[in-house]
């Protein structure tokens, strides 16, 4: 990377040919190789490259059809048994989510940190496609309060990208940015320019940020303060999400009560109690040595994210929350929620599928959290739809008295959901209706269209990743002045040369400094 990175003040488009050299270089090869196929190589049961097993699929295909057999040849008995199971089920979701409304929201303890003992950040953020929010992403990021010469910034560009390189080249970067090119190659996903752009990472701590994100400037510092404050077991803390443009219109307003619910009440009362948590996709800050542990992202899982929480669990490692939030886009009409939505429930098949190669593996509570966020998300967003016409069915047949139970338990599952909703977005500071909250359970059945996709997409193209386009509004200014001017001469830090897998430590910065 020597040479390569942006110069303080300078255009980008004045160094962008060097940095673009990076793509033929004589190691980009082997880079973008172990970046796609690293922890396939390391870890081969916990890459979704290696797909559904056989064994589980026979599994799977014996059970469904007992099932049916009992069904057909006993009915009366198996129907009881049957909803006497889903009663327990819903019930123990309907007291999960009245547990995250009524237990106080969990953050992170803190330890008050100097300027002198605060780590370097490396921050990527990978954009394809993004023309339309990199000036908006960059000014974002220039906003971080945090000192200048221990932040490092990638921003994460493929190398056939051309709009989006087009545009950073009429952008002026200072001495914290520097553009990494991913080259060419399978499959096209997000993970795998992570996985790549972490071979020039300079961090202590790595930090990843999507293209239209708007980061609270305090949030690098609070982050720095958990991890002193934690013990050797936190391997990440992930921050809370929230959207500047919730209140657009009524799917605006149901995706943020529904993430609201996500990042404001389940996540925190998982972190309060040290499960597993299924990270979002971005605000996630990772020790650098724990994520080189763990094999980096699974660049073939298109919920990588979710995915790395579990298998932090799995090698003994928690994760936590801190305050200080990210502001996002939400998705502002039906055909780019499906989209997104498909991907997520597609990677929420691809991680049940991975962790449950070895259920044994499994502590109980790390079964107990996949089972109540991403086995519970997959298997609502399956039956939600049926789930409604069967009942429709059974009403207009007359069959009142089979219906009766599961009627019951679906209406109190929709008041416990709209309850969490309001108390989960009242703290996440957003206002709402109570209108918005009875409108719930008519925002729930778009997600079977979205997992009938996520089951196609899952049979015919596993890693294909659905881009969700952004721009569409305009994000809030950062909340403080961008400090980019008073340090934009001063000069580009030099990078740190380790091993791969090899944490850059405070004891290597000050060798290399020395």
Same mark, same amino acid.
């Given at each position: 990377?020597?040479?390569?990175a942006?110069?303080?003040?300078?255009?980008?488009?004045r160094n962008?040919?060097?940095?673009e050299?990076?793509?033929?270089?004589?190691?980009?090869p082997?880079?973008?190789?172990?970046?796609?196929?690293?922890?396939?190589?390391r870890?081969p049961?916990?890459?979704?490259r290696?797909?559904?097993?056989e064994n589980?699929k026979?599994?799977?295909a014996?059970?469904?059809?007992a099932?049916a057999?009992w069904?057909?040849?006993?009915?009366?008995?198996?129907?009881?048994?049957?909803q006497?199971?889903?009663?327990?089920?819903f019930l123990?979701l309907?007291?999960?989510?009245?547990?995250?409304a009524?237990i106080?929201?969990?953050?992170?303890?803190?330890?008050?940190?100097?300027d002198e003992?605060?780590?370097?950040f490396t921050?990527?953020?990978?954009?394809?496609k993004?023309?339309?929010v990199l000036a908006?992403?960059?000014?974002?990021?220039s906003?971080?309060?945090?000192?200048?010469q221990?932040?490092d910034?990638k921003?994460?560009?493929?190398a056939?990208?051309?709009?989006?390189?087009?545009?950073?080249?009429q952008?002026?970067?200072?001495?914290?940015?520097e553009?990494?090119i991913v080259?060419k190659?399978?499959?096209?996903?997000?993970?795998r320019?992570?996985n790549?752009?972490l071979?020039?990472?300079?961090?202590?701590?790595?930090?990843?940020y999507?293209?239209?994100?708007?980061?609270?400037?305090?949030?690098l510092?609070?982050?720095?303060?958990?991890?002193?404050?934690?013990?050797?077991?936190l391997?990440?803390?992930?921050?809370?999400?929230n959207?500047?443009?919730?209140?657009?219109?009524?799917?605006?307003r149901?995706f943020a009560l529904?993430?609201a =619910?996500?990042f404001? &009440? #389940?996540?925190? $009362? @998982?972190?309060?109690?040290g499960?597993?948590?299924?990270? !979002?996709?971005?605000s996630?800050?990772?020790?650098r040595?724990?994520?080189a542990q763990?094999?980096g992202?699974?660049a073939?899982?298109?919920?990588?994210?979710?995915?790395?929480?579990f298998r932090?669990a799995?090698?003994?490692?928690?994760?936590?929350?801190?305050?200080?939030?990210?502001m996002?886009e939400a998705?502002?009409?039906v055909?780019?929620?499906v989209?997104?939505?498909?991907?997520?429930?597609?990677?929420?098949l691809?991680?049940?599928?991975v962790?449950?190669?070895?259920?044994s593996?499994l502590?109980?509570?790390?079964?107990f959290s996949?089972a109540m966020?991403?086995g519970?998300?997959?298997?609502?967003?399956?039956?939600?739809?049926p789930?409604?016409?069967?009942?429709?069915?059974?009403a207009?047949a007359g069959?009142?008295? =089979?219906?009766?139970a &599961? #009627?019951?338990? $679906? @209406?109190?599952?929709?008041?416990?959901?709209?309850?969490? !909703?309001?108390?989960a977005i009242?703290?996440?500071?957003?206002?709402t209706?109570?209108?918005?909250a009875a409108r719930?359970p008519?925002y729930w059945p778009?997600?079977?269209i979205a997992?009938v996709?996520?089951?196609?997409?899952?049979r015919?193209r596993?890693y294909f990743?659905?881009?969700?386009e952004?721009?569409?509004?305009?994000?809030?200014?950062?909340e403080c002045?961008?400090?980019?001017?008073?340090?934009?001469s001063s000069p580009?830090?030099q990078p740190?040369h380790?091993?791969?897998?090899r944490p850059?430590?405070s004891r290597?910065?000050?060798?290399a400094?020395?």
């Amino acid at each position: 990377m020597d040479g390569t990175a942006y110069q303080a003040g300078k255009p980008a488009g004045r160094n962008m040919r060097a940095v673009e050299r990076l793509a033929p270089h004589r190691l980009a090869p082997g880079w973008a190789d172990r970046a796609a196929n690293g922890l396939l190589y390391r870890s081969p049961s916990l890459s979704a490259r290696t797909g559904i097993p056989e064994n589980q699929k026979r599994a799977v295909a014996a059970f469904c059809l007992a099932i049916a057999a009992w069904v057909v040849f006993t009915p009366g008995l198996s129907w009881a048994v049957l909803q006497a199971i889903s009663a327990l089920f819903f019930l123990g979701l309907i007291l999960f989510r009245l547990a995250a409304a009524s237990i106080p929201s969990h953050c992170a303890p803190t330890k008050s940190l100097a300027d002198e003992g605060l780590p370097v950040f490396t921050i990527l953020a990978p954009v394809y496609k993004e023309a339309a929010v990199l000036a908006q992403l960059t000014r974002a990021l220039s906003a971080i309060d945090y000192p200048p010469q221990l932040l490092d910034i990638k921003i994460i560009m493929e190398a056939d990208d051309r709009e989006t390189i087009r545009a950073a080249r009429q952008l002026v970067f200072d001495s914290r940015f520097e553009i990494v090119i991913v080259p060419k190659g399978k499959p096209r996903t997000k993970p795998r320019a992570l996985n790549y752009a972490l071979t020039f990472a300079r961090g202590d701590i790595i930090t990843v940020y999507d293209a239209e994100d708007v980061p609270h400037p305090g949030q690098l510092r609070a982050a720095a303060e958990a991890f002193a404050a934690g013990d050797d077991t936190l391997g990440c803390v992930q921050a809370p999400l929230n959207w500047y443009n919730h209140d657009h219109n009524w799917l605006t307003r149901q995706f943020a009560l529904e993430y609201a =619910v996500q990042f404001h &009440a #389940i996540l925190p $009362l @998982l972190a309060r109690f040290g499960l597993p948590l299924p990270l !979002g996709g971005t605000s996630n800050h990772f020790r650098r040595d724990v994520l080189a542990q763990a094999g980096g992202w699974d660049a073939y899982n298109v919920t990588e994210d979710a995915d790395l929480g579990f298998r932090l669990a799995r090698l003994g490692y928690r994760s936590d929350i801190i305050a200080p939030q990210t502001m996002e886009e939400a998705p502002e009409s039906v055909r780019p929620w499906v989209r997104q939505r498909s991907r997520w429930l597609k990677g929420y098949l691809q991680t049940l599928a991975v962790h449950l190669r070895h259920p044994s593996k499994l502590s109980f509570g790390a079964a107990f959290s996949l089972a109540m966020t991403i086995g519970a998300a997959s298997l609502s967003a399956l039956l939600h739809g049926p789930a409604l016409v069967l009942f429709v069915g059974l009403a207009i047949a007359g069959v009142t008295g =089979v219906n009766a139970a &599961a #009627i019951g338990f $679906l @209406l109190l599952g929709y008041a416990a959901s709209m309850l969490c !909703g309001l108390v989960a977005i009242r703290r996440a500071g957003l206002r709402t209706r109570w209108i918005d909250a009875a409108r719930m359970p008519l925002y729930w059945p778009l997600q079977t269209i979205a997992a009938v996709m996520a089951l196609v997409e899952l049979r015919i193209r596993p890693y294909f990743w659905a881009k969700t386009e952004h721009g569409f509004t305009k994000a809030p200014e950062p909340e403080c002045p961008s400090p980019s001017q008073s340090f934009s001469s001063s000069p580009q830090p030099q990078p740190l040369h380790s091993p791969h897998g090899r944490p850059v430590t405070s004891r290597t910065r000050q060798k290399a400094h020395g």
